[in-house]
T-cell receptor, first 110, second 113 residues
Framework: KNEVEQSPQNLTAQEGEFITINCSYS?????LHWLQQHPGGGIVSLFM???GKKKHGRLIATINIQEKHSSLHITASHPRDSAVYIC????????????FGGGTRVLVKP | ETGVTQSPTHLIKTRGQQVTLRCSSQ?????VSWYQQALGQGPQFIFQ???????GRGNFPPRFSGLQFPNYSSELNVNALELDDSALYLC????????????FGQGTRLTVV
């Protein structure tokens, strides 16, 4: 079993819909990262969180440390949100090394 | 734009050859990590360099090696290339503080034929 599991693997939504991506992890962590990867390959960091909730524009990330679970929400989705969203965890004992989930491929149709 | 640049962006090599990939880290960052991302999968940790020393290594054979230079730029070297080495190679720079955000380059797509 992978240390970091994401669901769903693929998601198709209509423009304007609310999107939720889930991430579960099996190890103790110091921080959880949500990242976005566009078809060109480059990865952009969206959030780094170790507790509670963070919001940036239409994106919201939450984490429940006790349940080892995090969610990324996209409100009022737009075709430009189409990308692969990746959850990753880091542990202080492992330095800044990231352990990644498999990613969720999101397609938002106009 | 993260300030992390990788070169080249694309590369085609023949099985058995050697390749060097380069990464310039963001100003002020002294830690560089390298990841391999096979098609359709999440990135896998190769190794990390901090102040020119290897500071952790993933499950990759010794033919994957690296260097970090005094200006904190880094190289990833792969010897005796195999077809399975075809992947996107990503570098990420960060500071050594905790917790710290990682900033990724655009990646180098390596194809081994």
């Amino acid at each position: 079993k992978n240390e970091v599991e994401q669901s769903p693997q693929n998601l198709t939504a209509q423009e304007g819909e609310f999107i939720t991506i889930n991430c579960s992890y099996s190890v103790g962590i110091s921080a959880l990262h949500w990242l976005q990867q566009h078809p060109g390959g480059g990865i952009v960091s969206l959030f780094m969180l170790s507790s509670g909730k963070k919001k940036h524009g239409r994106l919201i990330a939450t984490i429940n440390i006790q349940e080892k679970h995090s969610s990324l929400h996209i409100t009022a989705s737009h075709p430009r949100d189409s990308a692969v969203y990746i959850c990753a965890v880091s542990r202080e004992a492992a330095g800044n090394k990231l352990t990644f989930g498999g990613g969720t491929r999101v397609l938002v149709k106009p | 734009e993260t300030g992390v640049t990788q070169s080249p962006t694309h590369l085609i090599k023949t099985r058995g050859q050697q390749v060097t990939l380069r990464c310039s880290s963001q100003s002020g960052h002294n830690t560089v990590s390298w990841y391999q991302q096979a098609l359709g999968q999440g990135p896998q940790f190769i190794f990390q360099y901090y102040r020119e020393e290897e500071n952790g290594r993933g499950n990759f054979p010794p033919r994957f090696s690296g260097l970090q230079f005094p200006n904190y730029s880094s190289e990833l070297n792969v010897n005796a290339l195999e077809l399975d080495d075809s992947a996107l190679y990503l570098c990420a720079s960060s500071s050594i503080g905790w917790p710290t955000e990682a900033f990724f380059g655009q990646g180098t797509r390596l194809t081994v034929v």
